[in-house]
């Protein structure tokens, strides 16, 4: 079967119907629990951990923890950015604001490029968000030198790096990762020089950019009155934590050697959302982010499906269109290791028009 719109809407067609609809007081459920586990974390911690260099250690425990619980709050806000919150969109929107400024998320901006990449997945030319370089760009080869300069594994642990520290700052403010047809961009100022943003987005990127501000002004306030490494300890750790699993999710699950991307020639909306993958995280992860890492082939099908039926909604398309759902049962780091080792950049297929392949030469599978 070709991968199309029939096929698409074969898929949907398996599904219940009350899989789409949404309970408000169920999704709210979820919220309270994602923000009350973080609540918790950060007052156990402010309780209990001394602020010396001798605890530095239990910090960095703390940040792992309360950053990995306060990215359920981001997968809530991301959510309710694709409206599977309520059917109303102003409350989906009054959700979704505070719980993703209170994580400098700019909501409005991130939810319009993050539908760009939902609109565009796995787009050469158009995608947005960790679209690779191409064989043959000043970008490719600069990855590759770089790679052939400091070795296979050097280049996968320097990636994992910059990914799960920078990457997201650097994607916010210079669109690096983002689709080459919009250049430069980013994600706080709206303009003519920024292809990000048409002029109808403008008011609610600057409502995102000044939300952003307020959360930093509040910080900054209190830095004064409880001191600034407090306020490092409590909030920059997890901070920085939850920056690294969104990062690894938007990588993780669209990019893979044996995943395409495709050009104009060969690209249409199912073939990229089916070119998603379902990865392998520990059961209490996946249970704090409300299984966003098992159920993403869902959630590009039907992002405004809600999250408590996305596993039902897997189990059955799962089952009857196998040949189409890609599943890496690897460990996530390990899936993480090995595809940033072998996807430095891709070349055209010339079995297959329109489609953009990592090289299978590289593949170094262990």
């Not at 309360?66 to 959510?79: E, K, M, P, R, S």
């Not at 650097?170 to 669109?175: A, E, K």
């Not at 090995?338 to 170094?364: L, M, N, Q, S, Y």
Request: glycine share 8%; charged share 15%; net charge positive.
């Amino acid at each position: 079967m070709d991968i199309d719109h029939k096929l698409f809407t074969q898929l949907k067609a398996a599904l219940p119907a009350e899989l789409f609809v949404k309970n408000e007081v169920r999704f709210l459920a979820g919220t309270f629990r994602a923000c009350a586990l973080v609540a918790v974390a950060t007052v156990l911690a402010a309780k209990f951990i001394p602020m010396t260099l001798a605890s530095i250690p239990l910090w960095f425990v703390y940040a792992v923890i309360n950053g990995t619980l306060a990215t359920g709050v981001w997968v809530i806000g991301h959510d309710c950015g694709h409206g599977s919150f309520s059917k109303h969109k102003i409350l989906n929107d009054l959700l979704g604001y505070p719980l993703h400024t209170v994580l400098l998320v700019p909501y409005f901006s991130w939810q319009y490029s993050h539908a760009l990449h939902h609109s565009r997945t796995n787009h050469i030319d158009e995608g947005e968000s960790h679209v690779p370089h191409k064989e043959g760009t000043a970008s490719g080869a600069m990855y590759a030198k770089v790679r052939q300069v400091i070795g296979d594994d050097a280049f996968s642990i320097v990636n994992i790096f910059v990914l799960t520290t920078v990457g997201w700052p650097l994607y916010m403010f210079t669109g690096v990762t983002g689709g080459p047809n919009r250049g430069v961009t980013n994600h706080f100022l709206p303009g003519k020089g920024n292809k990000l943003f048409p002029p109808p987005m403008y008011a609610k990127v600057w409502a995102s950019t000044f939300g952003l501000l307020g959360v930093l002004a509040g910080l900054g306030y209190l830095s004064m009155v409880y001191g600034l490494w407090t306020v490092v300890a409590l909030y920059g750790g997890p901070y920085m934590v939850v920056n690294s699993w969104l990062i690894m999710y938007t990588y993780l699950h669209h990019t893979d050697i044996d995943t395409p991307h495709y050009d104009a020639r060969g690209w249409n909306w199912t073939k990229g959302a089916l070119c998603t993958i379902e990865r392998n995280y520990p059961a209490i992860v996946d249970w704090v982010h409300f299984r966003i890492g098992t159920t993403h082939i869902i959630h590009h099908l039907f992002s405004a499906m809600p999250h408590y039926n996305a596993g039902e909604a897997r189990a059955i398309l799962e089952s009857k269109f196998s040949s189409y759902y890609r599943i890496d049962n690897r460990p996530f780091w390990k899936a993480l290791f090995i595809t940033i080792k072998e996807c430095a950049h891709v070349k055209e297929d010339p079995a297959d028009a329109g489609a953009w392949v990592f090289p299978k030469d590289e593949r170094k599978r262990q």
